[in-house]
């Protein structure tokens, strides 16, 4: 188990694989399910990390204006068809330096509050 206090991030399979040589040679053969399961007991499973890309700034120097469809003292009852538009600008990482804008503004058609 020292190998995985140094190397952390070290993945069992891996580690399996490192630890074969030194296993066998002490008379131990442990598989890749044993050695998983003695890892969850002491607590030494590598937690995977998360795929996270942020697309939204919401501490832009733009004016962010209210959302007159909420309740409040401003709020405001659509009557009839396109009387409430919704936009949405949208950043997308596509092999460039910097992240790729899109803006889009479409008529409300009810899917905007699910």
Not at 43 to 54: F, M
Not at 59 to 66: E, K, L, Y
Request: net charge positive; aromatic share 4%.
């Amino acid at each position: 188990m020292e190998v995985r206090r140094t190397q952390p991030r070290l993945g069992t399979r891996k580690l399996q694989h490192v630890l074969r040589q030194p296993l066998s040679e002490a008379g131990i053969s442990v598989g890749r399910d044993a050695l998983f399961g003695i890892l969850r007991q002491a607590r030494l499973l590598v937690v995977p990390r998360r795929a996270y890309h942020k697309t939204t700034n919401s501490h832009h120097r733009f004016h962010r204006h209210p959302n007159l469809l909420k309740a409040g003292p401003q709020q405001c009852r659509p009557e009839g068809a396109e009387q409430v538009w919704v936009a949405d600008a949208d950043a997308r990482r596509v092999r460039l330096p910097e992240p790729d804008h899109g803006h889009v503004v479409t008529p409300d058609r009810g899917l905007s509050r699910a």
